[in-house]
């Protein structure tokens, strides 16, 4: 008996050992796998049109994966049943995933917008009721400064999936102006004096040209619609010379901007 036990656990020690050696060979295998398919990933992704910071998520997250698969063919090589292992990390995955259901889903987000570049940074957008200058774009949300000076946080999962108006990316905007006159006021007159008052602004741009058309009889008057355009950063100022323009050419041509009126009737009692 004391040489069958102690040939038992020779043979024991000679399988630890079996097992170590193997585990050792595996890792370094996995190691050297792992460190060329994330060069080969690397080299691809630079030949891509994303941008820098959508590709090192994306090389973080491959490498996370390929090294958890070396620790479990390291395991696995060492004689350990990963069976159990493996289903302990798929529940806790799944339980990490339903708990951060919306951080992934604003991570998801954020690189939809990092990687089709609906907008970029400085660009002024409206989505969701919200307008302001883009200054900033992560993965978690995207932040926002309004006209008023104020800060939006916008959830990169609801910016993604909404719909985004880019005032910016045409490096111009069409400043639209309406401008009522009286129905006694000759259409040419008035034509003439908006196309005066525009000529009048700075910063209009002569290509697309301006034009003016009549475009609706009201109850009190009629109705043009000035149609100009100005680059995106002289926008707001172009617009609010072009009214203060337009009443002044107005009076100038003797055009009345009409308002509305209401006639009383007063009737008495008859006798």
């Given at each position: 008996?004391?040489?069958?036990?102690?040939?038992?656990?020779?043979?024991?020690?000679?399988?630890?050992?079996?097992?170590?050696?193997?585990?050792?060979?595996?890792?370094?295998?996995?190691?050297?796998?792992?460190?060329?398919?994330?060069?080969?990933?690397?080299?691809?992704?630079?030949?891509?049109?994303?941008?820098?910071?959508?590709?090192?998520?994306?090389?973080?997250?491959?490498?996370?994966?390929?090294?958890?698969?070396?620790?479990?063919?390291?395991?696995?090589?060492?004689?350990?049943?990963?069976?159990?292992?493996?289903?302990?990390?798929?529940?806790?995955?799944?339980?990490?995933?339903?708990?951060?259901?919306?951080?992934?889903?604003?991570?998801?987000?954020?690189?939809?917008?990092?990687?089709?570049?609906?907008?970029?940074?400085?660009?002024?957008?409206?989505?969701?009721?919200?307008?302001?200058?883009?200054?900033?774009?992560?993965?978690?949300h995207t932040k926002l400064i309004t006209?008023?000076?104020?800060?939006?946080?916008?959830?990169?999962?609801?910016?993604?999936?909404?719909?985004?108006?880019?005032?910016?990316?045409?490096?111009?905007?069409?400043?639209?102006?309406?401008?009522?006159?009286?129905?006694?006021?000759?259409?040419?007159?008035?034509?003439?004096?908006?196309?005066?008052?525009?000529?009048?602004?700075?910063?209009?741009?002569?290509?697309?040209?301006?034009?003016?058309?009549?475009?609706?009889?009201?109850?009190?008057?009629?109705?043009?619609?000035?149609?100009?355009?100005?680059?995106?950063?002289?926008?707001?100022?172009?617009?609010?010379?072009?009214?203060?323009?337009?009443?002044?050419?107005?009076?100038?041509?003797?055009?009345?901007?009409?308002?509305?009126?209401?006639?009383?009737?007063?009737?008495?009692?008859?006798?």
């Open positions: 008996m004391p040489d069958l036990n102690g040939a038992l656990q020779r043979f024991a020690g000679k399988l630890a050992l079996e097992n170590i050696l193997a585990a050792v060979v595996t890792l370094l295998i996995c190691l050297l796998a792992a460190r060329l398919l994330l060069k080969l990933a690397r080299r691809l992704l630079s030949r891509t049109k994303l941008e820098e910071r959508v590709r090192r998520y994306i090389l973080a997250a491959l490498k996370l994966l390929l090294y958890t698969l070396v620790v479990v063919f390291t395991a696995g090589s060492l004689g350990i049943n990963m069976t159990s292992l493996v289903a302990l990390l798929s529940v806790g995955s799944l339980g990490i995933t339903l708990a951060a259901e919306d951080i992934l889903g604003n991570v998801a987000g954020g690189l939809v917008i990092l990687s089709s570049h609906p907008f970029a940074i400085g660009d002024f957008i409206e989505s969701g009721g919200v307008s302001g200058t883009v200054e900033e774009i992560s993965l978690n006209p008023d000076g104020l800060t939006a946080l916008l959830p990169n999962k609801e910016l993604a999936a909404s719909k985004v108006t880019n005032y910016t990316v045409l490096g111009r905007r069409r400043i639209v102006w309406r401008m009522s006159a009286a129905y006694d006021a000759p259409t040419e007159t008035v034509k003439a004096a908006c196309l005066r008052a525009v000529e009048a602004t700075e910063h209009i741009l002569s290509d697309p040209a301006p034009a003016v058309y009549l475009t609706a009889f009201g109850e009190s008057g009629i109705d043009f619609t000035v149609y100009c355009w100005a680059a995106t950063e002289d926008f707001w100022t172009t617009q609010f010379a072009l009214a203060e323009n337009l009443r002044a050419e107005f009076g100038k041509a003797g055009v009345e901007i009409p308002y509305n009126k209401l006639d009383v009737h007063i009737v008495g009692n008859q006798e």
